[in-house]
Nanobody, 127 residues
């Protein structure tokens, strides 16, 4: 399993970024794929996940209405569109993947649900 993130960077508050996660080495359609983030000094947080099997999605309360997760099976890629970014969104964002075994809400609320992690991409939102 290989997960390669891209799209992080520095943006002003209120701005937008789109993260991409290019996946390979597994059957894309059988998996749940998502995004966790970790800010300095804080625990990891499940931000948003999507089950490729049934297109079900999950969003943390902190990002609902601002972030949108989507997938492109032809490209084996998952995207996270982040709008109206806030300084508290500053973190390293990790793409995660695992076979879809539980509800997407359950999986995305527990980092241990995902055994495959990307290298992470930094998102910094300035005020």
């Amino acid at each position: 399993v290989q997960l390669v993130e891209s799209g992080g960077g520095l943006v002003q508050a209120g701005g937008s970024l789109r993260l991409s996660c290019a996946a390979s080495g597994f059957t894309f359609g059988d998996y749940a794929i998502g995004w966790f983030r970790q800010a300095t000094g804080k625990p990891r947080e499940g931000v948003s996940c999507i089950a490729i099997t049934d297109s079900s999605t999950y969003y943390a309360d902190s990002v609902k209405g601002r972030f949108t997760v989507s997938s492109d099976s032809a490209k084996s890629t998952v995207y996270l569109q982040m709008n109206n970014l806030k300084p508290e969104d500053t973190a390293v964002y990790y793409c995660v993947a695992d076979p879809h075994r539980l509800s997407i809400r359950t999986m995305c609320r527990h980092s241990a649900s995902f055994r495959s992690w990307g290298q992470g991409t930094q998102v910094t939102v300035s005020s």
